[in-house]
């Protein structure tokens, strides 16, 4: 395994690829919403990232939850380098800032250089680039309810790794685990999918580091980079992420608490990309 997080490696690449337009570029807008961050550069592009709202129990109160917001009122005109160096500051929700801000720059590269080469780029979930075989043990982390339906429709042997038990229906406790017993059960998965939100919080490297040799595994969801080799690198064949395609409506939907439901489709696009065994 790779000796730096992937978070570090996303961040080192995307910046060592846009060269000098990453120092000249600012944050225009941003927008923590209820259930995504979003951003919109200097240049024009617009990044997401999901909002960790769960991972901030200090949110109780104002003054709490004010040391662990990015200061509002200075967002706007910061540079992008200085916002990403809260990609490792403890505060997630800086943190989610910050990832949004990369995945700006990630679009950025996409819309000076095109799509990476010798990639599999397809449209649309990426739960249809997993190649699936009847009998396959899949470890799901975190409760993705469109998924566990779609896993239980084909009968798929499957496990949720879940911080929160609470967030599952009756019909899906039979399939959860505690995410601490991830060790015992991600190493018998034949297929592995997690969303980025484990880029926030900081368990994904851990998690990929589990990984038995074969398997395929998958990281989906607005907060991933699409970025590829720092994932192959770590074993993932499949990353699930985003475009977005009309950065100014997209941040007035989540200034109005917008989730994905109103964004897919309209103001964001999904991207899978089929990453080779070695990129």
Not at 179 to 188: D, K, L, W, Y
Request: charged share 20%.
């Amino acid at each position: 395994m790779p000796t730096t997080s992937l978070l570090a490696e996303l961040h080192a690449t995307v910046v060592d690829r846009l060269g000098p337009e990453a120092e000249a570029l600012t944050l225009e807008r941003a927008v923590l919403g209820i259930f995504f961050t979003g951003v919109k550069l200097s240049n024009g592009a617009g990044g997401l990232c999901a909002t960790p709202i769960k991972n901030v129990p200090e949110a109780v109160c104002c003054p709490s939850s004010a040391k662990a917001m990015p200061t509002p009122g200075k967002i706007a005109g910061r540079k992008v380098l200085s916002v990403l160096d809260d990609l490792y500051r403890p505060q997630d929700l800086r943190r989610g800032l910050a990832i949004a801000t990369l995945n700006a720059l990630a679009e950025s590269l996409w819309l000076r250089d095109g799509p990476p080469a010798g990639i599999d780029l397809r449209f649309g979930d990426a739960f249809e680039a997993l190649p699936l075989s009847p009998g396959q043990r899949v470890a799901l982390v975190g409760a993705f309810p469109p998924y566990m339906r779609e896993l239980r429709r084909r009968e798929q042997p499957f496990n949720v790794l879940e911080l929160d038990p609470a967030t599952l229906k009756p019909e899906e406790l039979p399939y959860y685990v505690p995410a601490e017993r991830a060790p015992e059960v991600i190493p018998g998965a034949d297929v592995f999918i997690t969303t980025g939100t484990t880029l926030i919080n900081g368990t994904l490297d851990g998690l990929l580091g589990l990984l038995r040799p074969g398997a395929e595994a998958a990281v989906i969801g607005p907060t991933a980079t699409l970025v590829p080799e720092p994932y192959a690198r770590r074993g993932v064949t499949v990353v699930g992420g985003t475009r977005v395609t009309a950065p100014d409506e997209l941040l007035e939907l989540l200034a109005e608490g917008g989730s994905g439901y109103h964004f897919f489709g309209k103001t964001v696009e999904r991207i899978t990309l089929r990453l080779p065994p070695t990129c």
